[in-house]
């Protein structure tokens, strides 16, 4: 009983963790970013991660089973929120933070992903929650945080109609400028986005 449960699938799948070092790991994940942003979810293929790595593919499937689930561990591992840090010391200096923030990795980063991820993360919920948890919920969290701090200040009533709709304004933006206009929204069209639209909607100046 006890050589079986040593030699369980948990003891299993460490052993072969345990092969490929922190940094190793790190370098599949990077590549596999950079092929959806190059080339989009579709066209990213193990054989093409193994090949930009110099690794086998037997490697990869080991290690992550399926494309879906190799790509939702890059997704998680590479989860940073960017809006970590903003304090101002007002919501409207916080919001123009954000924006500037936001449109320095727009055409690089984060918009090109969720882009590059287009319908893939709504036929796949593992796909679409490693996003979420990579590139939504850190952001979503840092401007729910801003806006606490607002209301404990009392620049804008906690029932404030408009508070909720925060990030989706700034986040749904990043989304569809490319699509309405072909280009990304950078840090000079966010910035003009707060300032006409979310700070008027808040009634802030």
Known sequence: ?????????????ASRRSKITPEREQEFYDAVLNQIRECGYEALT?????ASTRCSKSTLYRQWKTKP??????????????????????LAGDLREAARAAGEWSGRDSAQLLQALGHAVTQDKELQQA???ALVEPEVAQLKEMIRRA?????????HPALEFIPAQ????????PVLDGEYADAAY??????????????LT
């Open 190 to 203: 966010l910035t003009q986005f707060v300032e006409a639209v979310v700070l008027p909607a808040l009634g």
């Open 170 to 177: 700034l986040l749904g933006v990043l989304r569809v400028r």
């Open 131 to 133: 996003l979420r948890d």
């Open 46 to 50: 193990m054989e093409g991660v193994a």
């Open 69 to 90: 689930q190799f790509v939702a561990a890059a997704l998680r591992a590479n989860r940073c929120p960017r809006f970590s840090g903003i304090d101002t010391g007002s």
């Open 151 to 159: 209301v404990e200040r009392g620049e804008v009533a906690a029932d």
């Open 1 to 13: 009983m006890t050589s079986q449960a040593a030699d369980g699938p948990e003891t299993v799948v």
